[in-house]
T-cell receptor, first 107, second 114 residues
């Protein structure tokens, strides 16, 4: 069965901490894997990953894909309260979202 | 207006009502999507339209009926819904197929079925 599993499901950290969010998948027909951030209602796009081992970076956020081991990670360094959100991983092989990781950053 | 807009933002309907959700994108995109987001469950893809043609229907009950009259507008017609259909309904659009382009989401319609 095709599935996308994110871990942890929730995480509470303090400002300044570094977090690593995981997304593993068992999906046929890999095309790409995307990360989104959902703060209130509308998810917003963070990264699209298509090739293994190539890190995508935007400010304090970065992400990498491992197509051999079938997972991706999203790193956030020097977290801020504005990073509090649900982080979603999306596999385009079957157009499946993971269940999300809820990140809470405390002041 | 810019981006993806959805109306109404909140909707309460009885099980015997008929209502429609509207989505409009101002991005010049060619693909549009409906998703359902229930509490404690992942975002579920319902329908996909590419260039106004429906290309995905993820076993959605017939009480949900999509309509895509042009590349900028997408509707979700609702009739005889069940309480378990209460959820946040999100619309999204992308420049091309979801496999190749990121999606831009609207703010959603919070639907409550009584």
């Amino acid at each position: 069965e095709d599935k996308v599993v994110q871990s942890p499901l929730s995480l509470v950290v303090h400002e300044g901490d570094t977090v690593t969010l995981n997304c593993s998948y068992e999906v046929t027909n890999f095309r790409s894997l995307l990360w989104y951030k959902q703060e209130k209602k509308a998810p917003t796009f963070l990264f699209m990953l298509t090739s293994s081992g190539i890190e995508k970076k935007s400010g304090r956020l970065s992400s990498i894909l491992d197509k051999k081991e079938l997972f991706s990670i999203l790193n956030i360094t020097a977290t801020q309260t504005g990073d509090s959100a649900v982080y979603l991983c999306f596999h385009t092989g079957k157009l499946i979202f993971g269940q999300g990781t809820t990140l809470q950053v405390k002041p | 207006e810019t981006g993806v807009t959805q109306t109404p933002r909140h909707l309460v309907m009885g099980m015997t009502n008929k209502k429609s959700l509207k989505c409009e994108q101002h991005l010049g995109h060619n693909a549009m999507y409906w998703y359902k987001q229930s509490a404690k469950k992942p975002l579920e893809l319902m329908f996909v339209y590419n260039f106004k043609e429906q290309t995905e229907n993820n076993s959605v009950p017939s009480r949900f009926s999509p309509e895509c009259p042009n590349s900028s507008h997408l509707f979700l017609h609702l009739h005889t819904l069940q309480p378990e259909d209460s959820a946040l309904y999100l619309c999204a659009s992308s420049q091309g197929r979801a496999e190749d382009y990121e999606q831009y989401f609207g703010p959603g319609t919070r639907l409550t079925v009584t």
